[in-house]
């Protein structure tokens, strides 16, 4: 060891870490001090030795050396023979790079039958091993932190949504897919996983699950977290077919509408037109006495409905009476690329748009009622 003085008598203490050389100011040092001086990474996964002429000495990261003190070249680090981790926040050791999550159980006296290992990582995210028992899991060095729930725990999707918690890991859960439970061994699946449940398909059937904000449809490729908070339940729906084709879905109409269209058994399409939505009744039937008996009818949908209120409507092809009597407030409005006529049909003031009320169903009723009152008019 060697001792360097400079003017104005201070004095440097010069030693090296796994060749790197370094300079103190101080003779005493701890162990870490020395292997943070050096710069090494991943500190907690690496263990300190001072090397004299004829041995060694393994130095803890706590312990002090003497940089002053004759007889020793060097310090030298290696991998740490052991590793750290927690079960249930009781800490574990082990020799091993690798374990199963059968082993971590065992090894912290727990029986595989009846838990399962969930790990937590550092952003907190959680990964489930209740079925992946004999995965090998990378032991990382700094610590892993594991925890443990039963098997006999099984997570009602739908009782957490009303409940207003947050589901936990299970090993199992409880989705509902339109009135039918299903047990689930997956904390999340795919679209296309959730439909096979009742034997169908993204390509025949749509996916969607409601949650407090409404409802949201799901994709064939989509992963569903059921540990995710605000979800309530699922609804299948065929895909009505015209013409040898799938009707277009480009957005999602609220529940209690979609499921007015399919009990009355009208074709309709939902279309983004730019940015503006539309819901479109394919082929409605409309009363007597116009030159068409079943028009395309299109609805503009508001961003903020059904907060917001529907208002008038668009025919396609455009519609005349057929005793040629002219009809008043109609305009064109180009939408699909087509030229709609639009009926510009407004409620009163005695009859404003009432939120929790008021639908398409009851903007149609009044739709209906206007195609019908056209013939009292004149």
């Not at 290696?78 to 750290?84: D, N």
């Not at 007015?260 to 007597?288: C, D, F, M, S």
């Not at 005793?323 to 064109?332: H, M, R, T, V, Y």
């Amino acid at each position: 060891m060697e001792n360097i003085k400079e003017p104005h008598e201070v004095q440097h203490f010069a030693t090296s870490v796994n060749e790197i050389e370094l300079l103190f100011h101080e003779p005493k040092v701890s162990g870490l001090e020395l292997m943070e001086k050096a710069d090494l990474k991943h500190i907690e996964c690496l263990e300190l030795f001072q090397l004299f002429e004829d041995n060694f000495k393994k130095i803890a990261k706590d312990e002090i050396v003497d940089l002053s003190a004759k007889g020793f070249e060097r310090f030298v680090t290696k991998e740490a023979e052991y590793r750290g981790y927690s079960v249930n926040n009781d800490p574990e050791v082990t020799d091993k790079r690798e374990l199963t999550p059968v082993e971590i159980l065992k090894l912290a006296g727990l029986d595989p039958e009846e838990h399962f290992l969930i790990l937590v990582n550092k952003d907190g995210t959680k990964v489930s091993y209740g079925h992946q028992p004999q995965v090998k899991i990378k032991i990382q060095c700094g610590g892993m932190h594991f925890v443990t729930e039963r098997k006999d725990c099984i997570v009602d999707i739908e009782h957490c949504f009303n409940c207003g918690v947050i589901p936990v890991i299970a090993f199992k859960y409880i989705i509902k897919i339109n009135t039918t439970p299903f047990t689930v061994d997956k904390p999340a699946m795919t679209g296309r996983e959730i439909l096979a449940l009742i034997n169908e398909t993204p390509e025949t059937y749509y996916l969607r699950y409601k949650h407090k904000g409404g409802a949201k449809i799901v994709e064939a490729d989509e992963v569903v977290d059921f540990t995710a908070c605000g979800i309530e339940r699922f609804s299948a729906k065929a895909k009505n077919c015209t013409e040898g084709r799938v009707n277009k879905r480009d957005f999602l109409l609220p529940e209690e509408d979609i499921n007015y269209l399919e009990e009355k058994g009208i074709a309709y399409e939902t279309v983004l037109n730019g940015e503006t939505q539309w819901v479109i009744l394919r082929g409605y039937g409309i009363p007597a006495g116009y030159n068409h008996a079943n028009p395309d009818i299109a609805i503009r949908i508001p961003q903020n409905y059904p907060i917001a209120p529907l208002d008038m409507f668009y025919m396609y092809p455009n519609l005349a009476r057929t005793d040629n009597q002219a009809i008043g407030a109609l305009s064109p409005l180009t939408i699909e690329g087509k030229s709609y006529q639009q009926w510009s049909r407004h409620r009163t003031a005695a009859n404003q748009w009432v939120p929790g009320e008021d639908n398409l169903a009851t903007h149609i009723a009044l739709m209906n009622h206007s195609l019908q009152q056209e013939f009292n008019k004149r």
